[in-house]
């Protein structure tokens, strides 16, 4: 069996695209003509994969289960993500906080179902969060945590201990780059 790769999971909302004001909130983008990309998404993942890991989405989204979000509208958004950013791949849990479901962050089934299926030494790779789930999930699998603090970030969030804090998408792939 060939050797096992290093990967980088990303959070998508807040972290690899823009969060949307609502109803006095942030919350993630319910329509294609909401979901903006963080404009240094696309270089910092392309340097990343030059540095040899591979890049993964792992996503909560659970106005799907909510039906505030339509999961064709979530396929286009995620599409465009892969072909704006040239991430490798994309893992969503569509579920709600009450369904307790395996997938939702910060259980580790979509960590691990993207390991299995790419081949990934999670002990070897890194989480870039902007909640307190996405850190746990990643600490969790063995993952080297960077937290980008977002404003989405809520007050009843349980209080969690990332490896490291970055202030953005860049200081973050600096962090991992120092790392490898």
Request: aromatic share 6%.
């Amino acid at each position: 069996m060939s050797e096992k790769k290093r990967a980088v999971f990303f959070d998508r909302d807040g972290v690899l695209n823009e969060l949307v004001f609502r109803d006095g909130k942030l919350s993630a983008p319910w329509e294609i003509s909401e979901f903006t990309i963080n404009p240094r998404a696309k270089s910092n993942i392309k340097r990343l994969q030059e540095s040899g890991l591979i890049c993964v989405v792992v996503t909560n989204q659970p106005d799907v289960a909510d039906r505030k979000l339509d999961i064709e509208k979530l396929a286009a958004m995620n599409e465009l993500l892969k072909t704006e950013t040239n991430v490798n791949a994309v893992y969503v849990c569509p579920h709600g906080a009450t369904d307790n479901c395996a997938c939702r962050k910060p259980k580790l089934a979509l960590i691990e179902k993207a390991a299995n299926e790419l081949n990934i030494d999670t002990k070897k790779s890194f989480m870039v969060g902007d909640r307190g789930w996405d850190i746990d999930s990643g600490r969790a699998a063995g993952c080297v945590t960077i937290h980008l603090p977002s404003l989405a970030a809520k007050s009843t969030d349980k209080p969690f201990t990332p490896d490291f804090v970055a202030k953005d998408l860049d200081e973050a792939m600096e962090i991992i780059l120092g790392k490898l």
